[in-house]
């Protein structure tokens, strides 16, 4: 909550910062994005004997609108990230080829077709 509450403020800060500066611009620079989806990603770890141990992205969707597509991405640091295809089927795990480093995140990338 005390979170909550700073974000909350610096937020109301911004805003009147932004008003008094310069007013304020609601038009986006990009149009917006219809893409939606419902999906998860998960980190697999192949263990081995010896370190550090392979790991990859595993996908899956149980909803994704019309016109949209996902993949999954696994966010190696400094390189070598690894992705899934681009896909547009439910329920069903996607799978990105592994990758050995240092792990950072997993996540779903959606875009518009």
Do not use: Q
């Not at 595993?58 to 597509?69: D, M, Q």
């Not at 690894?82 to 799978?95: A, I, M, V």
């Amino acid at each position: 909550m005390v979170i909550r509450a700073h974000l909350r403020k610096a937020a109301h800060t911004a805003l009147v910062f932004g008003l008094a500066v310069g007013g304020l611009s609601l038009a986006p620079n990009s149009p917006a994005s219809a893409a939606s989806a419902d999906c998860v990603a998960k980190k697999d770890v192949k263990a081995v004997d010896w370190a550090p141990d392979p790991v990859r992205v595993i996908a899956r969707c149980s909803h994704i609108a019309g016109g949209t597509e996902a993949r999954g991405f696994l966010d190696m640091l400094a390189c070598c990230d690894k992705e899934t295809s681009w896909f547009t089927t439910k329920n069903k795990d996607y799978y990105s080829d592994y990758a050995t480093g240092n792990f950072e995140r997993v996540g779903i990338n959606l875009r518009d077709i």
